[in-house]
């Protein structure tokens, strides 16, 4: 498939998809490893501030903040990517009381930060889409179900009933979403059919989380997102958001070979799994801020992964489940289709040739009932509670558990250097050679990662033997 150009001039015209972020900060902040040196900073109402300062802060590139590591392994390209950023869509934490007592900077204030792992087979093609083209189906789809959403303080969410009285606005407006996800359902059956003629994806219907009382969910914008992303994808259609593309050539003889079937119907290669992270933060604090208090939202399909760290006890809470065909959620589902489950040579389960029962793309097993319907899982992190998330794909964790990626971080520095010691060992210990990708973003209890539980020796002979093992292979040699 022909990959669509990301459009960099829409971003930056109504700012939106953004990979840096403009914070207002203790200068202990800055470089929080080594001890920072005083500096004097001018603050919002021109007094003289040692204590903070204003800084863009480049999420890609921040290693303290922010580590990403991506490797090929044995195979001869990367079919991996991953992305990073401030994602434009209004903030889904629930406000703290004391939030309005913060000041923060002009034109700053509570954020979502989306971080994203994607993992595709059968080509690049899927995953090169996500990462181009995700975070803005999720803004674009936001703004249609909650043109004039606000974040609203926690009193508000939390005294919301579900028999308040509708305003002929909000009524209109939910209309409309609504008439969306019926018009999403019913391509789905038309185009795909099978499996997708009794779809019902659940499109949360949780008023106001973050937003509006009587507008989607974050929970209906993440599933239509996907579900629109997906279809998009899988019928070559170009994003409705993106401006058209100018008009082709003539061409100036005709093709030396007549068109076959496959270039007429031409379909998209491969797929990919994906899991993304949406962290919205409740105060114009940074996320790493031991006290900001934030909520997370986890939208997932397939295999890559997505740990927390909790501080208290030093153990990995995970936020995903391995959407494979031995899942008793995953096989309940589709039951119906019980005839496409077959082993593969090693003994693994497999949902007609995939080992993956939810992915984007797979357009060849879309009827049987491959979905990109995402599971979804909201967490609220509470000031210090969890020291940081790590995002993997299937290269890493399909060799280690989950509280050996954990243990592997805690020993590290900085983000950045996690995200590489985890790649790193990955190569030394596996024999696999797959794409290995890792993501590690800084929460507010990195400094305190070893000090719960048995710090990071809890999985350290396991972590020897594997080494051992390996040695005793002879090891082999993985490719950045």
Not at 144 to 152: H, K, S, V
Not at 342 to 351: L, N
């Amino acid at each position: 498939m022909t990959r669509i150009p990301a459009v960099t001039g829409l971003t930056q015209q109504r700012r939106g998809f953004r990979d840096y972020f403009t914070a207002h900060i203790p200068g202990s902040s800055l470089h929080p490893d080594p001890p920072p040196l005083k500096t004097t900073s001018v603050n919002r109402d021109g007094v003289n501030d040692r204590a903070t300062t204003t800084v863009r802060i480049p999420l890609k590139t921040a290693k303290h903040h922010f580590g990403a590591t991506r490797a090929r392994g044995t195979r001869p390209y990367n079919e991996d990517n991953y992305q990073a950023g401030v994602i434009d869509i209004p903030p889904f934490s629930r406000l703290r009381e004391d939030a309005e007592d913060e000041k923060a900077a002009p034109g700053q204030g509570p954020a979502v930060f989306y971080f994203s792992v994607f993992d595709g087979h059968g080509g690049d093609a899927a995953s090169l889409f996500l990462k181009d083209y995700l975070h803005l189906y999720i803004e674009e789809t936001s703004k249609l179900m909650n043109p004039n959403a606000e974040p609203r303080a926690a009193e508000a969410i939390a005294a919301e009933s579900w028999d308040v009285e509708e305003t002929d606005a909000q009524a209109e407006q939910r209309q409309k979403r609504v008439d969306m996800q019926v018009s999403l359902v019913n391509a789905w059956k038309d185009t795909v059919g099978g499996y997708f003629r009794r779809f019902k994806p659940d499109f949360g219907g949780v008023r106001g989380c973050g937003f509006t009382s009587g507008d989607g969910g974050v929970e209906a914008v993440l599933t239509y997102a996907f579900l629109k992303a997906d279809l998009d994808f899988i019928t070559n259609t170009r994003p409705w958001f993106l401006p058209p593309p100018p008009p082709a050539p003539p061409p100036e003889a005709p093709p030396a070979n007549p068109p076959t079937e496959e270039t007429v119907n031409h379909k998209p290669k491969g797929g990919s799994t994906a899991t993304a992270v949406l962290l919205a933060t409740s105060s114009a604090k940074p996320f790493w801020h031991p006290g900001q208090t934030s909520t997370l939202i986890t939208a997932h399909l397939g295999d890559t992964r997505a740990l927390l760290c909790r501080v208290s006890d030093g153990l990995a809470s995970p936020l995903t489940t391995n959407h494979h065909p031995g899942s008793p959620s995953e096989s309940a589902r589709l039951r119906r289709y019980a005839t496409a489950f077959v082993s593969d040579a090693f003994g693994e389960e497999r949902f007609g040739i995939l080992a993956n029962t939810r992915s984007l793309g797979d357009v060849n097993q879309k009827r049987l009932g491959v979905t990109a319907e995402p599971e979804l899982t909201v967490k609220e992190l509470a000031p210090n509670e969890f020291s940081f998330v790590v995002l993997v794909s299937d290269g890493i964790s399909a060799v280690l558990g989950d509280q050996e990626i954990v243990d592997v971080v805690k020993e590290c520095a900085t983000p950045e250097q996690a995200s590489k010691r985890l790649v790193e060992f990955v190569d030394e210990v596996g024999d696999v050679g797959d794409n290995a990708t890792a993501l590690v973003v800084r929460l507010g209890g990195w400094e305190k990662r070893i000090e719960g539980g048995e710090g990071a020796q809890g999985t350290k002979q396991l972590r020897d033997w594997r080494r051992s093992e390996a040695a005793d292979r002879g090891g082999r040699g993985r490719r950045m």
